[in-house]
């Protein structure tokens, strides 16, 4: 069994920082890309940010130079920073990693941008 599990998220001004985390657990022999996703009441769900294995990333137009993705292969871990936050970045977060050649999400974690 294989789970992910977000934290980090919160309550923030409009300008100000957060640092999301996601941590893969269980019967692990292979992470390949990690990814972060966001869903605003109303949207789709859109990619925010991917990371492959070995470090290159990819990120939505809306936050180059904003927000920094990065991983930690040994802690199985990664990480989404958040910087300059916008009323219009309010959304529930979700990470997904390419685990075991299998597709996890883990259950969201709200960010919320108040102007």
């Known amino acids: 069994q294989v789970q992910l599990v977000e934290s980090g998220g919160g309550l923030v001004q409009a300008g100000g920082s957060l640092r999301l985390s996601c941590t893969a657990s269980?019967?692990?022999?292979?992470?390949?890309?990690m990814d972060w996703y966001r869903q605003a009441p109303g949207n789709e769900r859109e990619l925010v940010a991917s990371?492959?294995?070995?470090?290159?990333?990819n990120y939505l137009d809306s936050v180059k130079g904003r927000f920094t993705i990065s991983r930690d292969n040994a802690k199985s871990t990664s990480y989404l920073q958040m910087n300059g936050l916008k009323a219009e970045d309010t959304a529930v977060y979700y990470c997904?990693?390419?685990?075991?050649?299998?597709?996890?999400w883990g259950q969201g974690t709200q960010v919320t941008v108040s102007s």
């Open positions: 997904r990693g390419s685990i075991n050649y299998q597709y996890y």
């Open positions: 990371i492959t294995r070995s470090g290159t990333t």
């Open positions: 269980g019967n692990i022999f292979r992470i390949n890309t």
